[in-house]
T-cell receptor, first 111, second 120 residues
């Protein structure tokens, strides 16, 4: 079983729609969680951290469910520029700040 | 702030040659730098972690004699792919973190733009 699993997609979504995707992690001791965005042939960029209480940043909402060991990302009023691969990242706090990366979920926003 | 540069951004080389990739933190001192590799449609895979002035810690399956890492200063780390072969063709990305982020679990890694290596 992979440590961090994501549905690879692609998710094809019309512009303006709301889309959500989940990521599951296997290590219950994981402490920090993040969503990164990666555009084609570019480096990943931090989108948002995921806190226990959940957090919202504009059109983006992230949630953490420790009991079920998953995190989610919700994008409202999707824009064409939201097309990218969204990477779920987990930090297990026991290995020198090592991040464990999911393979990413590809999102395509269509006009 | 927290800008990381990588050089070169892309390189094409012949099989058997060595390629050096530089990773620099431009406006902060990076206590730890990480080297990742990403094959198409796959996740980033950590290759090694390096702390300034000490030997890099390599992940299982990564040959330390093939992927030489030097972290000579708090702003520069280099990755040298020795005797490169076509299977080494990949997207190599470095990231850097500094002590101030450690309390947040080290999640704030700042990424360089990546180096696309093609070995022919």
């Amino acid at each position: 079983r992979k440590e961090v699993e994501q549905d690879p997609g692609p998710f094809n979504v019309p512009e303006g729609a709301t889309v959500a995707f989940n990521c599951t992690y296997s290590n219950s001791a994981s402490q920090s969680f993040f969503w990164y965005r990666q555009d084609c042939r570019k480096e990943p960029k931090l989108l948002m951290s995921v806190y226990s209480s959940g957090n919202e940043d504009g059109r983006f909402t992230a949630q953490l469910n420790r009991a079920s060991q998953y995190i989610s990302l919700l994008i409202r009023d999707s824009k064409l520029s939201d097309s990218a691969t969204y990477l779920c990242v987990v930090n297990e706090m026991d290995s020198n700040y090592q991040l464990i990366w999911g393979a990413g979920t590809k999102l395509i926003i269509k006009p | 702030g927290a800008v990381v540069s990588q050089h070169p951004s892309w390189v094409i080389c012949k099989s058997g040659t060595s390629v050096k990739i530089e990773c620099r933190s431009l406006d902060f001192q990076a206590t730890t730098m990480f080297w990742y590799r990403q094959f198409p449609k796959q996740s980033l895979m950590l290759m090694a972690t390096s702390n300034e002035g000490s030997k890099a810690t390599y992940e299982q399956g990564v040959e330390k004699d093939k992927f030489l890492i030097n972290h000579a200063s708090l702003t520069l780390s280099t990755l040298t792919v020795t005797s490169a072969h076509p299977e080494d063709s990949s997207f190599y990305i470095c990231s850097a973190s500094y002590l101030g982020t450690s309390g947040r679990g080290g999640g704030e890694q700042y990424f360089g733009p990546g180096t696309r290596l093609t070995v022919t």
